[in-house]
Nanobody, 125 residues
Framework: QVQLVESGGGLVQAGGSLRLSCTASGLTFDDYSMGWFRQAPGKEREGVSSIKWSGSRTNYADSVKGRFVISRDNAKNMLYLQMNSLKPEDTAMYYC??????????????????WGQGTQVTVSS
């Protein structure tokens, strides 16, 4: 069965950095586009970033452009999200997801079939 396991979350001060990791198993990793989503209390799930099978194309939410970088290592079945210049507004549970679709210009939850359990990111002011 497909499993996605996130790690790397924690507490960080505003302006700091974190790198999230997602380890995938039970799927042919480079057949799937991968994505990062986040959800804060009282808010809907937000698509943060996505990356195509080979890593050749990426999407970013406007709120994180220039601050976050998504990457993948297909040889290791690993997905990463480097988060820089963190803001309190970035506080959320962050989820890794896998899907067969890469949609140019948007990161939509319905495009992703498999989800991890999430890792908490808290940014203090």
């Amino acid at each position: 069965q497909v499993q996605l396991v996130e790690s790397g979350g924690g507490l960080v001060q505003a302006g700091g950095s974190l790198r999230l990791s997602c380890t995938a198993s039970g799927l042919t990793f480079d057949d799937y586009s991968m994505g990062w989503f986040r959800q804060a209390p009282g808010k809907e799930r937000e698509g943060v970033s996505s990356i195509k099978w080979s890593g050749s194309r990426t999407n970013y939410a406007d709120s994180v452009k220039g601050r976050f970088v998504i990457s993948r290592d297909n040889a290791k079945n690993m997905l990463y999200l480097q988060m820089n210049s963190l803001k309190p507004e970035d506080t959320a549970m962050y989820y890794c997801a896998a899907g067969r679709i890469f949609r140019s210009g948007a990161v939509l939850a319905d495009d992703f079939a498999y989800w991890g359990q999430g890792t908490q990111v808290t940014v203090s002011s």
